[in-house]
């Protein structure tokens, strides 16, 4: 076990352009989560599914975005027609989800929307 | 919103123990306090959690206050690694919920 994974790691794309993160949680996790974290700032929660159902979408979450767990493994999150404002770094988290409930996060995709 | 309030930096000199403070006086009574780290460019990180008694782990230490309001991180001997945003959440254990982070504390550990 590895723990959580993210690919890419660095993404540079131009304001339009659509552009794909994945997350790789640890094998057992049923719970997976989606946070963007901009400078200066916490971690914000944007989704989360438990095994494949979306369960929870935050207000950030514009409809250019998506995310998806098709077989309840590895979740994608998509953004369409990138604007400046979607620079940030994208963070996966997973959750077993027992009584304790901590979740452990990946290192991050950081997005630069040029 | 984020229920907790945490001084926005310390520092602490290595081999000395870091004190964290978090304040969070409207905490319910089925919330646990956890405690989550982030170095530089690397996603947070779990350090630890406890409901009314005190906790330890190969972490760190987490003493919570007799009426819950306030708790505080102990690093028992600070290194130079353990520089860090320091997020201090609380939220009802095991439930599905997302984590709120504030900002944090940022402890600078100087040699």
């Known amino acids: 076990d590895t723990g959580v994974s993210q690919d890419p790691r660095h993404k540079i794309t131009k304001r339009g352009q659509n552009v794909t993160f994945r997350c790789d949680p640890i094998s057992e996790h049923n719970r997976l989560y989606w946070y963007r974290q901009t400078l200066g700032q916490g971690p914000e929660f944007l989704t989360y599914f438990q095994n494949e159902a979306q369960l929870e979408k935050s207000r950030l979450l514009s409809d250019r975005f998506s995310a998806e767990r098709p077989k309840g493994s590895f979740s994608t999150l998509e953004i369409q027609r990138t604007e400046q404002g979607d620079s940030a770094m994208y963070l996966c988290?997973?959750?077993?989800?027992?009584?304790?409930?901590?979740?452990?996060f990946g290192p991050g995709t950081r997005l630069t929307v040029t | 919103d984020a229920k907790t309030t945490q001084p926005t930096s310390m520092d602490c000199a290595e081999g000395r123990a870091a004190n964290l403070p978090c304040n969070h006086s409207t905490i319910s009574g089925n919330e646990y306090v956890y405690w989550y780290r982030q170095i530089h460019s690397q996603g947070p990180q779990y350090i630890i959690h406890?409901?009314?008694n005190n906790e330890t782990n190969e972490m760190a230490s987490l003493i919570i206050t007799e009426d819950r309001k306030s708790s505080t991180l102990i690093l028992p001997h600070a290194t130079l690694r353990d520089t860090a945003v320091y997020y201090c959440i609380v939220r009802v254990a095991g439930s599905q919920g997302n984590l709120i982070f504030g900002k944090g504390t940022k402890l600078s550990v100087k040699p």
């Open positions: 988290a997973s959750s077993y989800g027992g009584q304790s409930g901590e979740q452990y």
């Open positions: 406890g409901l009314k």
